[in-house]
Nanobody, 124 residues
Framework: VQLQASGGGSVQAGGSLRLSCAAS????????VAWFRQAPGKEREFVAA???????HYADSVSGRFTISRDNAKNTVYLQMNSLKPEDTAVYYC???????????????????WGQGTQVTVSS
């Protein structure tokens, strides 16, 4: 199974980006998928997730600005990021696989497969 993340870049504060995560080798249409991010010197943190196609969850810091979605036909997960802030600057990772339970949705160790990361830089 491979996850390929793309769509990162450099934008000014208030701008938008859309990240994509294409999965190959296995379908993620029914499993949980998530986005995490890691800023320099900080731990990897939860951003957003789709739990077993049943519910969507966001970190408080991105709620109302970011939207996670999935296109099952393309086996791809997206993260639409609007109203970006400098504190959103980080490497963004997509994750999937594993038997993720709701209480562990925000824990990176719950996921088996990871994309390579895509850099998002927001300037003020």
């Amino acid at each position: 199974v491979q996850l390929q993340a793309s769509g990162g870049g450099s934008v000014q504060a208030g701008g938008s980006l859309r990240l994509s995560c294409a999965a190959s080798g296995r379908t993620f249409s029914t499993g949980s998928v998530a986005w995490f991010r890691q800023a320099p010197g900080k731990e990897r943190e939860f951003v957003a997730a789709i739990f077993r196609s049943a519910s969507i969850h966001y970190a408080d810091s991105v709620s109302g600005r970011f939207t996670i979605s999935r296109d099952n036909a393309k086996n791809t997960v997206y993260l639409q990021m609007n109203s970006l802030k400098p504190e959103d600057t980080a490497v963004y990772y997509c994750a999937g696989g594993g038997t993720v339970i709701l209480s562990a949705l925000r824990n990176p160790s719950a996921y088996h497969y990871w994309g390579q990361g895509t850099q998002v830089t927001v300037s003020s």
